[in-house]
């Protein structure tokens, strides 16, 4: 699964780079910075799901910056995963009451060097409900399974503020992607991964029907090495594993 997987986004990585479509620092090994993510986070601005939000979760990613920036901008606070999960308190909240404050622009505050300045640490147990679920992709499809940079974070963030409750049917999963990027064909799929509700380009968004009813539960021990349970304190902590230096 793991060997198809990565088949898909070296593919996936030499198409964008050769239809000149991404932009720095490249797509190789990344979540791709795809031409047009800017207008694909308006895009996404524009849809209820935004506008009945209150709290958004979001990658780190470059191509994701603009849908950060635009959260703060209409007020949404925002929550970012640290690298790695890295930390006892794995996760960054960029309050834009707490911003207006201190005279620091969304833009500055929703880059990875801003959000570790001006972001709060939080534990997972800490953070509110999520309205709004945006990940970064490599690849996704029209059934909304998605293939990330190879890390596995994305799922682990779901999993753990799916078993808190964070994560509910209510919310709302959305990737924002280059049009080359959706694929018709079947894509690798596990049961630790999620689907994605809104695919977002920067042409439009295309809802995906029953997403909802493809989301894991919790955490998968089983899908776990003991070196990634010892390396991320929240699960070392919650399986009862010594954390790694």
Not at 181 to 194: K, R, Y
Request: hydrophobic fraction near 45%.
């Amino acid at each position: 699964m793991q060997v198809a997987k990565h088949a898909i986004r070296l593919e996936m990585w030499d198409r964008l780079s050769a239809a000149r479509v991404v932009a720095f620092p490249g797509a190789k090994g990344r979540i791709p910075n795809f031409v047009g993510a800017g207008e694909a986070a308006r895009r996404l601005a524009e849809h209820p799901a935004w506008r009945a939000g209150a709290t958004l979760k979001a990658n780190p990613d470059m191509p994701q910056l603009p849908v950060r920036a635009a959260a703060l901008s209409a007020g949404v606070r925002v929550y970012m995963a640290v690298p790695r999960l890295a930390r006892e308190r794995p996760f960054l909240l960029l309050n834009p009451d707490a911003l207006a404050d201190e005279g620091v622009s969304a833009r500055t505050a929703a880059t990875i060097r801003g959000s570790s300045r001006h972001g709060v640490p939080v534990a997972i147990g800490d953070l509110e409900h999520l309205d709004l679920v945006v990940c970064g992709s490599v690849a996704v499809n029209g059934d909304g399974v998605r293939i990330g940079k190879g890390g596995g974070y994305s799922d682990l963030e779901f999993a753990l503020a799916r078993e808190l409750g964070l994560i509910d049917q209510r919310t709302v999963i959305a990737t924002t992607v280059h049009p080359l990027q959706v694929l018709d064909a079947p894509l690798p799929e596990t049961g630790h991964d999620f689907r994605v509700d809104l695919l977002v380009t920067p042409e439009g968004i295309v809802a995906v029907p029953g997403a909802v009813a493809h989301r894991p539960q919790g955490v998968s021990r089983q899908d776990l090495t003991p070196e990634k349970i010892a390396a991320i304190p929240v699960l070392a902590a919650r399986f009862g594993v010594p954390a790694s230096e």
